[in-house]
């Protein structure tokens, strides 16, 4: 589990530490988190339908928040709860555009063990950063 | 936990953060608090009380309120007047839920007779009324007619007979936000909540049925104004907001300010999250009129949740609403911007105040609150864990001092994450009804995570904003059932 939830930066928020070797497995990670802090055993949710998703920025860390924001809204719009699958993050003059695939399945109350509902991704200590080889993000959630 | 040093007493329930305490503050930052309340204050709330201090146009003081908590951006308690002139706009200052709220509704029932049939009713309520992740709900709403609730709130809801006229006059501002503009809502923030009207969301949401037992009342006069006449008289109080429509329109607006903020606006902050524009600009204005959408949009839901529990009760008593005096109380809203007039520096000025986790508090005589609560003020409805009890009170005079401002909630003083660690949702659920208070909910996790002990105690904050003159106290309000997401 490459990330772990944080106790100490919002009393009444969910905040987590992701990482990974390279930026897009640090990506997975966020949205991993991001799974697990809706429903307490994310391998409850089957892959089964397919989505991609492709969002850009001029920075990684608002990259991070566009990503995540496009999965909570699909949480809404389409009932879907989503596993990473594959991140892809190409740069170019200065822009970032990631392309994920995900796989997943519409909520479904009887088998998903569901714990709090995600309104948004904060910018509020938000970061990004790579230190020592390893990708690093704080996430704050709004729930 | 060490207070910051330059924090300056004022009066037993004011204490004040100088415009020195850090680079960029503005105005000083006051937070209203005893000192219990204030020693249990977390070191982010100094911090961020400081930074919305910073923000271009601020009024007076910035204010944190006795349920002060961290949040993002403002701290949940967070009060801000901006002039309209010179001032900004923050989405930071109003929460991702707008027009998150409180709604009372009374019934001539008793404890006596709603606990023989206690269980039935809470199933029922559970059955009726969806809660929880991505839930949706039972009005069948195009997109199209969906802008219509976002232009008429409340109102949509009498047109479509989810409302009886009086709900109108007992909801904040009539359950309408004058000029609310879809245009300036983006299709996602659409097809994101156009089916969740009436519907409760998760976390900290819920509805609960509740007690006012006799040695509660603690302003009888007044608890009668507000229809509490009965002994163990039962009523329902919920808390939910705009769902995923308003936590849309704040993340695409907190992003769209980001980018104009300081290229366009020279604007500089602390936190990003406190992103804002000003108020009289072309994106201030657009937030501003996407945000009524929201506000009105969770008016909506809380009135339509109102017809689903008029027609759960009826069923279950075999009485109409009517006969069984299914009327509101009040309805509140605790994360929103508004333009009020409100007396500054002895002149009556229009000013934009943010409310984010605050509660409206007009006192006695004032305009903009029903006529039937002209002599004690509006009712003012602080909602606490579903242990432990809610809290009716009125506006008071004093809250001129906080752009007539009050508390919210009780404020939780211990992380999600910890106190599921505490507490195991089922053992708690068991314990809540060996004290008599059956729940129902979706999801056991989140239910550890709303257990009593990881909030603030509710007395303590109440009192608090009566010994502060925003409000004073009427009745503690007990809960016997809950349903929660």
Redesign the interface.
């Known amino acids: 589990m490459p990330y772990k939830f944080l106790d100490d930066i919002a009393t009444a928020d969910v905040a987590f530490e992701a990482w990974g070797d390279t930026r897009e497995e640090l990506f997975a990670a966020g949205a991993d988190a991001l799974l697990h802090t809706m429903v307490h055993d994310p391998e409850a949710v089957e892959r089964r339908e397919e989505m991609t998703v492709t969002v850009e920025d001029d920075a990684l860390d608002l990259l991070l928040f566009s990503f995540l924001q496009e999965l909570v809204f699909l949480k809404d719009a389409r009932r879907l709860l989503l596993h990473p699958e594959r991140v892809r993050i190409a740069e170019n003059d200065g822009r970032y555009r990631l392309e994920s695939v995900l796989r997943g399945e519409r909520i479904d109350r009887q088998r998903h063990p569901l714990v709090v509902d995600v309104k948004a991704a904060t910018l509020h200590r938000l970061r990004v950063a790579c230190k020592s080889e390893i990708w690093r993000a704080v996430v704050v959630l709004d729930v | 936990m060490s207070l910051p040093p330059q924090l300056r007493r004022v009066s037993p329930t004011v204490w004040e953060l100088p415009v020195s305490y850090k680079d960029g503050m503005l105005v000083p930052a006051r937070i209203i608090a005893t000192e219990g309340l204030l020693a249990g204050m977390?070191a982010?709330v100094f911090e961020q009380a400081a930074n919305v201090a910073c923000l271009p146009g601020i009024l007076k003081y910035a204010f944190c309120m006795p349920d002060g908590?961290?949040?993002?951006?403002f701290p949940?308690g967070g009060v801000a007047a901006m002039d309209p002139a010179s001032g900004v706009i923050s989405p930071g200052g109003i929460?991702?839920?707008i027009n998150c709220g409180m709604r009372l509704v009374l019934t001539t029932l008793t404890e006596e007779e709603v606990r023989p049939r206690l269980h039935q009713l809470v199933d029922l309520m559970f059955a009726r009324i969806p809660t929880?992740?991505?839930c949706?709900g039972f009005v069948r709403c195009s997109r199209s007619e969906f802008r219509h609730v976002l232009e008429k709130g409340s109102r949509w809801c009498l047109e479509k007979g989810y409302a009886w006229p009086e709900d109108l006059e007992m909801t904040e501002e009539g359950g309408c936000f004058g000029g609310a503009d879809p245009d300036a809502v983006s299709d996602?923030a659409i097809?994101?909540?156009f089916d969740?009207i009436g519907t409760l969301?998760?976390?900290?949401h819920y509805c609960e049925i509740q007690v006012a037992r006799p040695e509660n009342i603690f302003d009888a006069a007044t608890a009668r104004a507000f229809g509490i006449t009965i002994p163990n008289q039962v009523v329902v109080m919920f808390h939910c907001g705009s769902?995923?429509f308003g936590?849309?329109v704040?993340?695409d607006y907190?992003?769209s300010f980001?980018r104009v903020m300081a290229t366009k606006y020279g604007i500089k902050l602390h936190?990003?999250?406190l992103?804002c524009a000003p108020f009289r600009s072309p994106e201030g204005q657009a937030y501003f009129a996407a945000m009524k959408c929201a506000v009105n949009m969770g008016f909506a839901n809380r009135q339509v949740i109102l017809h689903r529990l008029r027609e759960v009760f009826s069923q279950v008593f075999h009485r109409s609403p009517e006969d069984l005096g299914m009327r509101m109380v009040y309805d509140v809203a605790h994360n929103t911007a508004k333009l009020e007039h409100h007396t500054v520096d002895g002149r009556m000025k229009e000013v934009l105040v943010h409310r984010k986790g605050a509660t409206r508090s007009f006192g006695p005589g004032m305009a903009g609150i029903p006529e039937c609560y002209r002599e004690t003020g509006q009712p003012v409805i602080i909602g606490g864990s579903m242990e432990t009890g809610s809290y009716l009170l009125a506006g008071e005079a004093g809250a001129a001092a906080t752009f007539f401002t009050t508390a919210h909630g009780s404020g939780?003083?211990?992380?999600?994450?910890?106190a599921k660690k505490m507490v195991k949702g089922q053992k708690l659920l068991g314990e809540m009804e060996q004290r008599g208070i059956y729940v129902r909910t979706?999801?056991?996790?989140?239910l550890a995570?709303e257990a009593g002990f990881a909030y603030k105690d509710i007395d303590q904050v109440t009192a608090a904003t009566e010994e502060a003159g925003l409000s004073r106290r009427v009745v503690k309000l007990v809960p016997i059932g809950n349903i929660k997401?």
């Open positions: 977390e982010g908590h961290w949040g993002y951006g949940i929460g991702f839920d929880g992740v991505g949706t996602k097809e994101r909540g969740q969301g998760s976390g900290n769902r995923g936590h849309q704040a993340t907190l992003q980001l936190d990003r999250e992103a939780r003083t211990m992380s999600r994450h910890q979706d999801s056991w996790g989140g995570e997401g």
